[in-house]
C-alpha cells in the first residue's frame, strides 16, 4: 500500500528551500494558494501563532526549520549564540500552547545541540535535525494510514460513512496526513462511501481545508455544519469518527480541536466507533491526564466577527479552540508504533516503550 499512498501524495503546505522556509497561507485557502517565504525566526513564530501554518505536525516541523534560521542569525551577530538561541526557543514556545508537537520538536533540536562533537559545524547538524524531523513526520502518517484501514477492515469490509472533524491532512503535517490520511488510505482502498466533515467553527479547517484536500482527489466529501453531528450519527449510517490530536496524555487522553469531545460523547450514544490517529510525538507521557493539558483560547474577534465586519450583539465571546477527550470514549489511538484499542496508561505506557517501526 506504502507505493500507492506516496503516489497520491499532491499537496504540500512546507518547504524548505536553500536555507528558507516556504509556508502555503492556510488561512488563504481555497480560494488562494498563496506561498510565504521567511528568513527569521520571529516571522516563523509570528506565522505559527497567525495560523499561516496550523495542525500540531506542521506546527513542530515549521519551529525546528524556524529555529535553524535563528541559529544562522545569531551565528553571524557573533558572541555567545548557545546564549542567544534561548529567545528564539522562548519566541517559538510561546506561539501556540496546546500541541504538544511544538515543544516536542524544540526539544529535538535542544538535544541535537547538546550531542555537538568538538568542530562540529551546529548550524549543518540543527538543519539535518530538522529535515529529519519532517521525514520522520512523512513516514509516520504512511504507517498510521496503514494501521488505521486495518482497523477499518477488521470491523467492516464494505464501503462506510466516515466523519471528521478539523484538518488533519497534507497542510496540517510534513506527508500524507494523521486522520485524513487514513481516511485517504481506506478510500484508495475501496472502504469508502462518503466522508463527512465538519465545518469546524470558527476557522473553517473543515469546509476550507479538509473538503479542498479532499476533493482535490476525487474522494466523495459531504460538508455538515458542526451541530449537525447528532443527526449524522442517528441518520447516515456512519461507521466511524476519525480525529487527529494536539496532545495525549499518558492515560490515553485527547485533546484536539474544539467540538472533538462532543462528537466522542455522541459516538458512545450512537455506537459509533472512534480513532483517533496522530504520531508518537502528540503523546505528552509528562502529563498523567488530560486535566493538565493547556487548553488555547483564542481572541473573541474570531466568534463576533467575520472578515473584519461585527455580526454578533455587543457581547463577550470565549472562544477556546481545543477540548479534551477522556480516554474511556476512545476506541483506538493509532500511532506509527502501533494501535492502542480502548486505551488506559498501562497500554500508552507499553507503546510508548516500543521502538518506531520505520
Ligand atoms: O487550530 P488548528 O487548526 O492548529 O487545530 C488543528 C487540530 O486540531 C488538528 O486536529 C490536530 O492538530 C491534528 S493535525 C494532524
Redesign the pocket.
Known amino acids: 500500500m506504502r507505493e500507492r499512498l506516496l503516489a497520491a501524495e499532491k499537496v504540500k503546505s512546507i518547504d524548505w528551500c536553500e536555507g528558507r522556509l516556504r509556508l502555503l497561507d492556510?488561512r488563504k485557502l481555497p480560494t488562494q494558494e498563496l506561498w510565504h517565504t521567511y528568513d527569521s525566526v520571529a516571522d516563523v513564530a509570528g506565522a505559527i501563532r497567525d495560523?499561516v501554518v496550523?495542525?500540531?505536525?506542521?506546527?513542530g516541523i515549521s519551529a525546528a526549520y524556524g529555529l535553524v534560521m535563528g541559529l544562522r542569525a545569531r551565528l553571524a551577530s557573533g558572541g555567545d549564540w548557545r546564549l542567544a538561541l534561548e529567545e528564539d526557543f522562548q519566541l517559538l514556545a510561546e506561539s501556540?500552547p496546546?500541541?504538544v508537537?511544538l515543544f516536542w520538536a524544540l526539544t529535538q533540536m535542544r538535544e541535537r545541540l547538546e550531542r555537538l562533537k568538538p568542530g562540529e559545524d551546529p548550524l549543518v547538524a540543527l538543519e539535518a535535525q530538522a529535515v529529519s524531523i519532517h521525514e520522520s513526520d512523512r513516514e509516520a502518517n504512511l504507517t498510521m494510514a496503514q494501521f488505521g484501514v486495518e482497523l477499518i477492515r477488521k470491523h467492516q469490509g464494505n464501503p462506510q460513512n466516515l466523519l471528521t472533524?478539523?484538518?488533519?491532512?497534507a497542510l496540517?503535517?510534513g506527508g500524507f496526513?494523521?486522520?485524513?490520511g487514513v481516511i485517504r488510505a481506506a478510500h484508495l482502498e475501496g472502504l469508502v462511501e462518503c466522508v463527512y466533515v465538519d465545518e469546524?467553527r470558527p476557522?473553517l479547517?473543515g469546509s476550507r481545508?479538509t473538503a479542498w484536500e479532499l476533493a482535490g482527489e476525487g474522494v466523495p466529501v459531504c460538508l455538515n455544519v458542526d451541530s449537525a453531528a447528532a443527526h449524522l450519527m442517528k441518520t447516515r449510517g456512519i461507521s466511524w469518527i476519525i480525529?487527529?490530536?494536539?496532545r495525549i496524555t499518558a492515560n490515553g487522553d485527547v485533546?484536539?480541536?474544539?467540538g472533538?469531545y462532543s462528537l466522542a460523547v455522541l459516538a458512545m450514544h450512537h455506537g459509533v466507533r472512534f480513532m483517533v490517529?496522530?504520531p508518537s510525538s502528540?503523546i505528552d507521557m509528562e502529563l498523567e491526564t488530560g486535566e493538565e493539558i493547556p487548553i488555547?483560547e483564542r481572541a473573541g474577534a474570531e466568534l463576533l466577527e467575520v472578515n473584519g465586519q461585527r455580526f454578533a450583539a455587543d457581547v463577550e465571546a470565549f472562544n477556546p479552540?481545543?477540548d479534551v477527550t477522556p480516554a474511556d470514549l476512545i476506541d483506538a489511538i493509532v500511532t506509527e508504533k502501533g494501535v492502542v484499542e480502548r486505551p488506559n496508561a498501562a497500554k500508552m505506557a507499553a507503546l510508548m516503550s516500543r521502538r518506531r517501526l520505520h
Do not use: S, Y
Not at 54 to 59: F, H, K, L, N, Y
Not at 243 to 246: F, I, L, N, S
Not at 255 to 258: E, F, G, L, S
Open positions: 492556510q495560523m496550523r495542525g500540531a505536525p506542521a506546527i501556540r496546546t500541541a508537537n472533524h478539523c484538518n488533519t491532512g496540517a503535517t496526513g494523521t486522520a485524513l469546524t476557522w479547517q481545508l480525529v487527529g490530536a494536539d485533546a484536539n480541536k474544539i472533538t490517529v496522530a502528540t488555547e479552540v481545543f
